[in-house]
């Protein structure tokens, strides 16, 4: 009788440690699905289009236009590029994008360069396998229309852009400056040719910049009666947003705030002109001659706001990838002809990420100790009662 008690003892053994082995596997799988998936949805729906101020009884409504402006996303090549921070980084930046676009449903989404982060150095067979990554990772469908601006690391800083590394870029983002939709016109400006010393590619995109010029005065109404404007197609009559990976120059972040700026040590460090910001001539050419009503940029990865003068708007755009901040974001834009609104939208912050992980490897152990303290209590229990019975 005492030997069946044990046997029975050990079934129930094996028994607990199969149930243990089950709750093992359903914590790990319902974890996984929280920090990989489930996550994005649960903070990306907290995040809502911003109203246009209505208009005056009477005026026809206008249409809206609603973008989505992220930054910075810096996909790692194959000289910088650990394969874990590649999966870590590009499986986060993935499932942001694509739970954004499932639950926000933009029409149109601008990255405001840096979309590789060794695009300067790159080789062809290494450019064609980033490229091949970015499309993966940023997919979307033939509702939503996809508009990328040069950055640095796309392209190499000033004295490292050639015509090939631009052209190869454009080949797969378009060389596409202006682009009007909805009655809203959008400036996308190569930044890092706006260096200012006339070489080839600067003077070239200068010109392209004055052309624009030249087009957008054409939409306005007090010159639409000019000659220079005859047989023009003409843009909407809308002052247009300027979209550009540089920074307009600013002296630092000194007065930048909020949870996403620069770390408090680090605002006060001054910029550097035609490094970490546009060079003060620069920034006035582009105000003069655009005369937007807002610029968006990135480069900083860290956000700010700025009043430039004549009251333009500066809205810097902070990564949008962890390997670049803990709290990355993007910016909603309501826009139309006349005006806009803006609102941020935060991704799920790494550290809690990390902290729920941790979080829950520290109960699996508990669990586990748990279940091998009984363990021996139930076997030892089972070998007395067995020695019990021997002895009578």
């Known amino acids: 009788m005492a030997l069946l008690r044990w046997g029975l003892g050990r079934q129930n053994v094996h028994r607990s440690s199969r149930v243990l082995l089950l709750k093992l596997t359903v914590i790990v799988i319902s ?10 949805y649960l903070v990306i729906f907290r995040c809502h289009w911003p109203e246009v101020k209505t208009l005056a009884p009477g005026d026809d409504q206008e249409p809206v236009l609603k973008a989505m402006f992220l930054a910075d996303t810096h996909l790692l090549g194959e000289i910088r590029g650990h394969w874990l921070d590649k999966l870590r980084r590009e499986w986060q930046m993935e499932r942001a994008f694509q739970t954004a676009l499932w639950l926000l449903q933009p029409e149109v989404v601008f990255i405001l360069g840096d979309i590789f982060d060794e695009g300067k150095w790159s080789t062809p067979q290494a450019w064609a396998d980033d490229v091949q990554r970015f499309q993966k990772m940023f997919r979307h469908g033939s509702h ?15 004295y490292q852009m050639s015509k090939y590394r631009i052209k190869r870029f454009e080949e797969v983002f378009s060389s596409e400056r202006l682009f009007s939709w909805k009655g809203v016109n ?56 300027l979209l550009q990976h540089y920074p307009l120059y600013r002296a630092s972040d000194a007065n930048c705030s909020g949870e996403d700026a620069a770390p408090p040590e680090e605002r006060n460090v001054p910029f550097k002109e035609k490094y970490d910001v546009l060079s003060q001539e620069a920034s006035q050419k582009l105000l003069w001659w655009l005369q937007p009503r807002l610029v968006l940029s990135g480069h900083t990865h860290s956000a700010c706001e700025v009043l430039h003068p004549g009251g333009v708007l500066e809205v810097s755009v902070p990564s949008f990838s962890w390997r670049n901040r803990n709290n990355p974001s993007f910016i909603m834009g309501s826009l139309t002809s006349r005006d806009y609104a803006l609102s941020k939208c935060y991704l799920p912050f790494e550290d809690r990420v990390l902290t729920t992980y941790g979080a829950a490897v520290s109960f699996l152990v508990l669990l586990v100790l748990a279940h091998f303290e009984r363990l021996p209590s139930s076997l030892l229990s089972g070998w007395k009662r067995c020695r019990m019975h021997t002895k009578r």
């Open 31 to 40: 974890v996984l699905l929280l920090c990989e998936y489930f996550i994005y």
């Open 144 to 158: 939503v229309q996809l508009k990328v601006v040069i950055g640095n690391h796309d392209i190499g800083f000033h």
């Open 186 to 241: 959008f400036v996308m400006v190569n930044s890092v040719a706006m260096e200012g010393d006339g070489c080839s590619i600067c003077s070239e995109v200068e010109a392209e910049l004055r052309e624009i010029s030249r087009k957008l005065n054409c939409s306005r109404e007090q010159v639409q009666g000019s000659s220079q404007c005859e047989g023009e197609q003409r843009l909407p009559f809308s002052t247009p947003v």
